[in-house]
């Protein structure tokens, strides 16, 4: 099955700073991978996602990046507002798989004022 | 638009009793459904899927179970609930088994 290990799973970062968060799968036939925010006593949100036909995806602070010839992919987050605080989960979804997606073990951003 | 609603937004309950949580779609037909649960500071752990009424496949053997008696409506029971039931029980929909998207969660704690 499909293996997704995220890093770090703590960040600090200073309020606008950009702020990186790493993932790694293990199944070459992994073809979409999604990006949650999870705040406090919340649901995870998606906030961008990026198929494997695509290096590269942004969404104004927000950006997502792909190599699948490494089997990794990043969350790139600029300009950090204390709003970005958060735990931040990434996933990888099995082509032909009804199942699920793996989740990674998620990261604990802090913006610091 | 697509709405999930999770109810009830938190629950306190005794070990060994009985556990009844519900999930509802609005706004879409046919949708993969799941029931996730994470542990306080965790990961999301899968529990249970469905891609149709009446069709639910376990990931984590436990005293879990899940129904789904129509095509927009989850629901997750125990019998006899454990202390190591508590937790942030999470439902999700997807169309295309990639997107996945999730409810506001219950809170249950078990004493």
């Known amino acids: 099955g499909e293996n997704v290990e995220q890093h770090p799973s703590t960040l600090s970062v200073q309020e606008g700073d950009s702020a990186v968060i790493k993932c790694t799968y293990s199944?070459?036939?992994?073809?979409?991978f999604p990006w949650y925010k999870q705040e406090l006593g919340k649901g995870p949100q998606l906030i961008i996602d990026?198929?494997?036909?695509?290096g590269e995806k942004k969404d104004q602070r927000i950006a997502v990046t792909l190599n699948k010839t490494a089997k990794h992919f990043s969350l790139h987050i600029t300009e950090t507002q204390p709003e970005d605080s958060a735990v931040y989960f990434c996933?990888?979804?099995?082509?032909?798989?009804?199942?699920?997606?793996?989740f990674g073990s998620g990261t604990q951003l802090t913006v610091l004022p | 638009s697509q709405t999930i609603h999770q109810w009830p937004a938190t629950l306190v309950q005794p070990v060994g009793s009985p556990l009844s949580l519900e999930c509802t779609v609005e706004?879409?037909?046919?949708?993969?459904l799941y029931w996730y649960r994470q542990a306080a500071g965790r990961g999301l752990q899968l529990l249970f899927y469905?891609?149709?009424?009446?069709?639910i496949s376990s990931e984590v053997p436990q005293n879990l179970s899940a129904s789904r008696p129509q095509d927009r409506q989850f629901i997750l029971s125990s019998k006899k609930l454990l202390l190591s039931d508590s937790g942030f029980y999470l439902c999700?929909?997807?169309?295309?088994?990639?997107?996945?998207?999730f409810g506001p969660g219950t809170r249950l704690t078990v004493l």
């Open positions: 999700a929909w997807s169309l295309r088994a990639d997107t996945q998207y």
């Open positions: 199944d070459s036939a992994s073809n979409y």
């Open positions: 990026i198929r494997s036909n695509v």
């Open positions: 996933a990888a979804h099995l082509s032909g798989s009804a199942r699920q997606l793996t």
């Open positions: 706004g879409t037909s046919n949708p993969n």
């Open positions: 469905s891609v149709g009424i009446g069709q």
